[in-house]
């Protein structure tokens, strides 16, 4: 999978199964997970099948006012706690059938998976307060 660093927004091939192991930039050397992975259908499936590390997905899309406002609270977490927590972002505009597999109803929703299976989810914007209880929990 590509993931786009962020700090230096150079694009990083990296297999699935090594999100788990701290990986950095090829370029920056900084850490890849410091910033939120955007997944599709097909990545965000591989992801759960090997991630050791829990997930937190924001299923989004970019018309979304609410979407947009809660994004930077989304980025300051992942920069907090990217390596204890996987901080996903799907676009459930470009990838509609992974918001039906998921029952997505309104979006800005976050799921949390464990080991695969999802054991909480949320919806609408939340205040970083609010988030960084969800992912204390969580962890």
């Known amino acids: 999978m590509l993931i786009k660093c962020p700090h230096c927004q150079k694009l990083n091939r990296l297999p699935v199964e090594r999100l788990s192991d701290k990986p950095i930039c090829g370029a920056c050397k900084a850490s890849l997970l410091l910033g939120p992975i955007e997944a599709d259908q097909t ?24 979407c947009k406002m809660f994004a930077p609270t989304f980025q300051a977490s992942a920069k907090k ?6 901080h996903i972002k799907i676009d459930t505009e470009a990838n509609p059938s992974i918001g039906q597999q998921y029952n997505i109803r309104s979006i800005p929703t976050l799921a949390i998976f464990k080991n695969g299976i999802e054991i909480e989810r949320i919806s609408g914007a939340l205040p970083s307060s609010q988030l960084e209880q969800l992912i204390t929990r969580v962890l």
């Open 43 to 66: 990545s965000f499936q591989e992801i759960l099948k090997v991630s050791k590390l829990p997930i937190i997905v924001d299923f989004w899309a970019p018309w979304c006012g609410p």
């Open 81 to 86: 706690h990217g390596e204890q927590i996987l």
